[in-house]
């Protein structure tokens, strides 16, 4: 039971989302300016765990930013928001591709909370599992994922060797124990509003066919100097 009130969850959750989704180039662009904010204040953080994050943004193939993801419910849980996932090429950083990450859950739990979240993508393998088979991150797409930052409903993992780790600082109250599954869900939508019709994460990320110099301000903010 736990499981599919976890799985209708998301399912409506994602839904929602795009219902609500942004529909101009205006709006594409403060989310990217929102993820550079993030990266920025995460860059300035010093400390542990957080004053790992430069280290490992330094080494990363890839990372995903998403600078509000929105928690909240009441025995039944969602919380989602929409960012961005980028990746290292051999020039340098190339450019993003948009998505949603949802997430359903089913516990004790209350309250409400908004998270800074980063995840730090630490080898190609992983992004390319992200990009080409959408779902849900962790066992299902056999990647590993560890936590840093207390932000995130106060769990601190030292998991480093993860193929992910995500970084997190939260605002808010969220009490309780819960089960949760995050997905990625690629926003198709957003993605053609940014570089036009047709515009895949593949083709984006993974093959470089996309640019847009928008994205700029945020390509340079995961440049560790």
């Known amino acids: 039971m736990k499981k599919i009130g976890s ?3 998301v399912l409506a959750l994602a839904f929602n989302l795009a219902a609500c989704a942004a529909s101009t180039p205006a709006d594409t662009a403060a989310i990217l300016d929102k993820a550079r904010w993030t990266v920025e204040t995460f860059k300035q953080r010093n400390e542990a ?4 994050f430069r280290d490992m943004l330094q080494d990363a193939a ?3 930013i998403f600078p509000g993801v929105i928690k909240a ?3 039944i849980g969602a919380e989602g928001g929409t960012g961005v996932l980028i990746a290292r090429n051999d020039a340098g950083w190339g450019q993003p591709a948009f998505y949603t990450l949802g997430a359903g859950s089913f516990g004790f739990q209350a309250g409400g909370q908004i998270t800074e979240m980063v995840l730090v993508i630490r080898n190609k393998g992983a992004v390319e599992s992200l990009i080409k088979h959408q779902g849900k ?3 299902d797409l056999e990647i590993t994922v560890g936590t840093l930052g207390g932000g995130m409903e106060g769990a601190i993992t030292t998991n480093l060797g993860a193929d992910i780790v995500v970084f997190a600082q939260s605002a808010g109250l969220f009490g309780g124990v819960s089960l ?3 997905a990625l869900i690629r926003r198709k939508d957003l993605n ?3 570089y036009g019709a047709g515009a ?3 083709g984006i990320v993974l093959e470089g066919k996309y640019t847009n110099p928008k994205a700029d301000g945020l390509r340079e903010s995961l440049i560790v100097k």
């Open 7 to 9: 799985g209708i969850a």
């Open 49 to 52: 765990p957080m004053g790992l």
């Open 62 to 64: 890839g990372a995903a």
């Open 73 to 75: 419910g009441f025995l």
């Open 137 to 139: 991150i962790g066992a």
């Open 180 to 182: 949760e599954g995050a």
């Open 192 to 194: 053609e509003i940014h």
């Open 200 to 202: 895949t994460p593949e």
